[in-house]
Every structure is written in C-alpha cells, then in structure tokens.
Nanobody, 118 residues
Framework: QVQLVESGGGLVQPGGSLTLSCAAS????????MGWFRQAPGKEREFVAQ???????LYAEFVKGRFTISRDNAKNTVYLQMNSLKPDDTAVYYC????????????WGQGTQVTVSS
C-alpha cells in the first residue's frame, strides 16, 4: 500500500512558477513509476508527466519546456516544477504511483489546487 500526499498548490499569476511536491509512504517508493495528472473543471483528468523507477521522463506535449518532473528516492518524494504558467494550467493536480509489473497507476493522492489568474 502506498499513500500519496500532494502539496505546493496555490494561486499564481500568469507567467509565474510553482513547485508541487508529492510525499509517499512506504519503503518501496523507488520501485514505482510516478506521475502527475490534472483535472480542470468540467474536463476529464489528463496526463501531465511521469518519471520511471529508472529516472526516464515522459511529458504531455502541452507542458514540454515548461514543466519538469523529478524524484528524490531518499525523501520518498516526487516534484513537479511548473514555469511559465498559463490560465489553462488551472486544475487540481494529482500524483500517482505506477506498479512496475502492471504499468498501471494504482495509487492516487487527493490532489492540490493550482489556480493561474491575474
């Protein structure tokens, strides 16, 4: 069982930056792929970025060059550095843990709100 707790959301002006954190419980964090997803009001949840257990990355096209995902296995934490934020980035951001055997995201956090507005 993995429990995930996101933090770092808030209100930011267009063009600003935020860093989201996701702290995971358990001693097997390094064996999970970790991902960030988001859900805007009235829209479906969408993939943002992921980092594998080996450190390889994958990004959604709409965040390439603006967002950076990273992980610190010693701290059981995954981060999402978000730069050049746009109003369209407004959403609840969720982190998730991927089972490396099934390649399915099995565990989800409760989400943190990011609002980009002037």
């Amino acid at each position: 069982q993995v429990q995930l707790v996101e933090s770092g959301g808030g209100l930011v002006q267009p063009g600003g930056s935020l860093t989201l954190s996701c702290a995971a419980s358990g001693r097997t964090f390094s064996t999970y792929g970790m991902g960030w997803f988001r859900q805007a009001p009235g829209k479906e949840r969408e993939f943002v970025a992921q980092i594998s257990w080996s450190g390889s990355y994958l990004y959604a096209e709409f965040v390439k060059g603006r967002f950076t995902i990273s992980r610190d296995n010693a701290k059981n934490t995954v981060y999402l550095q978000m730069n050049s934020l746009k109003p369209d980035d407004t959403a609840v951001y969720y982190c998730a843990a991927m089972n490396r055997a099934t390649l399915a995201y099995e565990y989800w956090g409760q989400g943190t709100q990011v609002t980009v507005s002037s």
